[in-house]
């Protein structure tokens, strides 16, 4: 059981944490957003289980760690711990977390390492000794910048190695001065690269999202309250009405006041269009266009671009779902579910052994040998990363006796890696970076892969089903076309917070914030 440590104002708790791409035996992991975000203002209603439906909606988004903040009007309390959230949280957890505002986190990292320091709501003292608990999806591209104007400012760092806990950082020192509104307006237009932030005092909510909107970030209404979510599909589960898309370089400050919004950057939309074809719930809507008729699009459209003769189109479940249906409604072959997806497969911290590590996606998946043997099949998938899951797959499929194997993917070619908030593998794993001619891509995959005939949907293709404008739309990790400048190398990357402190022992920021409650490990 994870302890609770108290202060006088605040109280925390804490717990520990072929092609250019290479082709191995080892199955892959599914490409991962960073994090989800939930806030909730709403007196009279329990917000802490709100806030915890609230995340188990979002937790696709993030399987690492997961957390919620409480504010009553006199402290803020933080729970988080690794895990899912349904491990992380219990009854009397969330009974012991009472108040009228809430922030809540389920966390993929993308800059620092998988940690319980890393885990979110990160928290901070103002010099006033009010608390500030913070959530943020997406990825800084500036942290290494941010951590030295942290350190001239003499502003003290925890263990913690993420962009979240400097943005934490800087917004309780610049509270020092003003208010944590104000700080907000001065901090914000310094954040270079993808942000939805939630965050809060003892009183009031905020929630900002960065001048591109990469990242999808919505507010809803409660009958006593309001509430900000990374998707709209997280309003569903906890009873809330959608209201509207939080504007792109938007600040929203809600408090018995009501809701109150600034400006604090111009906005330049791009859009993730992977959010439609692969990161977000399907049942989710964004920027007014839902989730799963963008899916069933692409498979129409991905089927008049590329054809296939078969007997069957089947799935990879659950994302290649929606997707697979449009294939087989536009081409008219018959659609079945030709693979099982154990449901309970997870994110674990348990390694499997080298023989279960063999079967490699027999763990997640399992053929439906009586449909498939003797089919030709159209196998549809959201993506290729590094080619490996689809491998193993088509291996499996042929071993269960399906006669032909025709793969068609609802996204265009993965190229390169992103830096706004997906886990995307570096250059040189991606199977479909470096290749010369779009052909020989192509074939260079399918032989790789072990296909009958393969085929991507365009770029065009897939965005015209997300009805944006393309000038809208950020698809770096198909064209290369990065809508935010990126600095030098060595300044980015996962562990780019770890390398400085490294590189700098004694340094300010490798010191302990005093501001912060004793962890009482469990």
């Not at 109280?11 to 791409?21: D, E, I, R, T, V």
């Not at 003003?178 to 307006?185: D, I, P, V, Y």
């Not at 032909?404 to 995307?424: K, L, M, N, Q, T």
Request: charged share 20%; proline share 5%; net charge negative.
């Amino acid at each position: 059981m994870t302890d609770l440590s108290i202060d006088s104002k605040n109280l925390m708790a804490a717990a520990p944490s072929a092609c250019s791409g290479h082709i191995s035996d080892e199955p892959e992991n599914e490409p991962r957003e960073e994090c989800g975000v939930f806030g909730v203002w709403a007196p009279g209603e329990d917000v802490a289980k709100l806030s915890y439906y609230g995340l188990y909606a979002l937790q696709h988004r993030g399987q690492e760690a997961a957390g919620i903040a409480v504010g009553d009007g006199s402290q803020v309390l933080v729970f988080k711990d690794l895990g899912l959230v349904s491990q992380v949280f219990d009854e009397q957890t969330l009974g012991a977390m009472v108040g009228h505002v809430a922030v809540g986190h389920c966390r993929y990292s993308t800059t620092g390492s998988t940690t319980w320091e890393n885990s979110q709501p990160i928290f901070r003292t103002t010099a006033a000794g009010t608390g500030v608990a913070l959530g943020h999806n997406g990825n800084l591209v500036n942290t290494a910048q941010l951590a030295t104007m942290a350190r001239e400012l003499g502003v003290s760092g925890g263990p913690a190695t993420s962009d979240s806990d400097i943005v934490g950082a800087l917004l309780a020192h610049g509270a020092a001065d003003s208010t944590l509104e104000q700080a907000a307006m001065d901090l914000l237009p310094k954040l270079k690269g993808a942000f939805c932030l939630t965050f809060m005092d003892e009183h009031t909510l905020y929630a900002a999202r960065d001048p591109h909107g990469v990242r999808p970030l919505s507010l809803g209404r409660l009958d006593r309250g309001w509430v900000v979510a990374s998707e709209t599909a997280a309003f569903d589960i906890v009873g809330a009405s959608f209201v509207r898309d939080i504007e792109p370089g938007e600040l929203l400050a809600i408090d018995a006041d009501g809701v109150r919004t600034k400006r604090f950057a111009e906005p330049t939309p791009r859009g993730c269009v992977f959010e439609y074809v692969y990161l977000a719930r399907p049942d989710s809507v964004i920027h007014g266009r839902s989730v799963n008729s963008a899916r069933v699009d692409i498979g129409r459209r991905l089927a008049r671009e590329n054809p296939a003769t078969g007997d069957l189109v089947i799935p990879v479940p659950e994302s290649g779902t929606p997707a697979a249906i449009g294939f087989a409604q536009e081409s008219g072959i018959p659609y079945g579910q030709g693979l099982m997806k154990n449901a309970y497969v997870g994110r674990t911290f348990i390694q499997p052994s080298q023989t279960i590590r063999q079967l490699g996606i027999r763990l997640k998946l399992n053929p439906l040998r009586e449909v498939i043997r003797g089919k030709r099949l159209v196998v549809v998938d959201d993506s290729i990363v590094r080619g490996n899951t689809q491998r193993a797959l088509i291996r499996m499929l042929r071993e269960a006796g399906a006669a032909e194997i025709h793969v068609r993917i609802a996204s265009s070619p993965v190229r390169w890696p992103c830096f706004y908030g997906i886990d995307f593998a570096s250059p040189a794993e991606l199977i479909a970076n470096g290749m010369e001619s779009e052909a020989g891509m192509v074939e260079g995959v399918r032989q790789a892969i072990g296909a009958d005939s393969l085929g991507y949907i365009s770029i065009d293709g897939m965005v015209a089903a997300t009805e944006q404008p393309r000038a809208n739309l950020c698809a770096a990790c198909f064209d290369g076309d990065y809508p935010i400048e990126l600095p030098k190398e060595t300044s980015m990357g996962k562990a780019v917070l770890e390398q400085m402190l490294a590189n700098a022992a004694g340094d300010p920021l490798t010191q302990s914030n005093d501001n912060v409650s004793a962890i009482m490990r469990p």
